[in-house]
């Protein structure tokens, strides 16, 4: 009985483990929302499976193959259907095989001068942009070979354009690191409307980037300037806006993307791999 009332007053503790939680995955570079939720599905399928990316926010996966290999080989392919990039492995089932160290060289190999001369002239991936004309702030006339020697983003906009608006912000950040280098440029072209309506709506969200006039006259012009005289449409430039290219050192293009880039800043490494090694 005297142990019996010894007990009485004790009070009894269950330990409970602490939950643990499944950490995040981590993420492949420059995937947008959908892409990002894409390879959380990819996480969840079945094996065999892979994933692949490429720059510019592509991606393609495969899963329930009846080989890793067949699922890589048809990842890569569903991804390259989407881009002109090269797509690489990410994931295959549950090992990440990304190289991050080979992916910011993926714009190349870059083409030399004598290939730069005989590339035909077009918007696509290794092709030699068009030579447009157009003008500085304080009204310098510039052109697109003019700016040979350096990687140049091309970035054609409109202050009328909601995808362009919010990415703005984005495309300031990246600027801030790469303004102060003398082998980048950036030039920011304005479409539909007049060069004063642009830098209006700029100053007015302190927008500190390099506007310059394409020439457009309004609304109702949808040419840009050839230098030399001649006119190109501007959907012959950009289906839709906003439009990016990256022309490297020689004027090739390099990097194409139709719409609003997915985090601007994720492209650093690669314009500087540009900036070594394109040129020669």
Not at 26 to 39: K, N, S
Not at 60 to 88: D, I, P
Not at 145 to 153: F, P, Q, Y
Request: hydrophobic share 40%; charged share 25%.
């Amino acid at each position: 009985m005297r142990f019996a009332r010894l007990l009485t007053g004790l009070v009894f503790a269950t330990v409970v483990p602490a939950p643990t939680f499944a950490a995040a995955p981590t993420l492949p570079p420059q995937l947008d929302a959908d892409g990002q939720a894409e390879y959380r599905a990819f996480l969840e399928a079945p094996a065999h499976r892979a994933f692949a990316v490429a720059p510019g926010s592509a991606f393609g996966w495969s899963a329930e193959k009846g080989a890793a290999t067949e699922a890589e080989a048809e990842a890569l392919a569903r991804c390259q259907t989407n881009t002109r990039q090269k797509c690489v492995p990410y994931a295959v089932d549950s090992q990440t095989v990304f190289d991050a160290k080979s992916w910011p060289k993926l714009w190349g190999p870059y083409a030399t001068a004598e290939q730069a001369k005989r590339a035909p002239v077009g918007r696509e991936v290794g092709q030699r942009f068009p030579d447009l004309a157009f003008a500085a702030a304080g009204g310098a006339k510039k052109s697109v070979s003019g700016l040979r020697g350096k990687v140049t983003i091309l970035h054609f906009w409109g202050s009328w354009c909601g995808p362009c608006r919010r990415e703005m912000p984005d495309l300031q950040k990246l600027y801030e690191r790469i303004h102060s280098r003398s082998d980048v440029a950036l030039v920011l072209l304005q479409t539909r409307e007049r060069f004063d309506v642009s830098q209006r709506w700029a100053s007015g969200q302190n927008i500190k980037l390099p506007l310059f006039d394409s020439g457009s006259t309004g609304e109702g012009d949808d040419h840009f300037q050839i230098a030399g005289g001649a006119k190109i449409r501007d959907r012959e430039i950009a289906a839709r806006f906003p439009t990016t290219y990256v022309v490297d050192k020689n004027g090739v293009v390099v990097f194409a993307n139709v719409g609003p880039v997915h985090d601007w800043r994720q492209y650093e490494p690669f314009i500087l791999d540009a900036a070594a090694r394109s040129g020669k």
